[in-house]
């Protein structure tokens, strides 16, 4: 079974990542991008804004998307990932919801940090970092 998800990538004035580090299944403890599954009735782009506010407290604007990656989940469930460039417009950064932690790091802090699988490998590919 296919779960739609959408995730939010944005970057600040010093080309620094907003990552989270989950707090919850799957990838407990390690960082990844803001974002989360899309409810029922809603669109990518509602998603995308609700979840950047639950997990980091930025309200955001969405852009175009970046690309989209599928992730293994329990119960053969696949994660259909959506990520989308994000602007921060406002809000303060803190982590929220099933996000422990929130912060910006630069390309050289996030290939030290644990992450979850793929994560660096898709920004790669997607020119990102």
Do not use: F, N
Not at 74 to 101: F, K, N
């Amino acid at each position: 079974m296919k779960v739609r998800c959408v995730g939010g990538i944005a970057q600040d004035g010093s080309g620094r990542l907003l990552m989270i580090r989950r707090g919850r299944a799957p990838s407990a403890g390690l960082w990844s991008l803001p974002g989360g599954r899309v409810e029922p009735g809603e669109g990518d782009e509602e998603a995308v804004v609700r979840e950047m506010r639950e997990e980091t407290g930025l309200e955001v604007s969405v852009g175009a998307l970046v690309g989209t990656v599928e992730r293994p989940g329990a119960d053969g469930v696949t994660y259909e990932i959506h990520d989308y460039a994000v602007t921060a417009l406002g809000g303060t950064l803190r982590a929220g919801d099933d996000a422990a932690d929130a912060r910006w790091v630069t390309p050289a802090e996030l290939r030290a940090l644990p992450t979850a699988p793929g994560v660096l490998e898709a920004l790669r590919e997607w020119g990102i970092t």
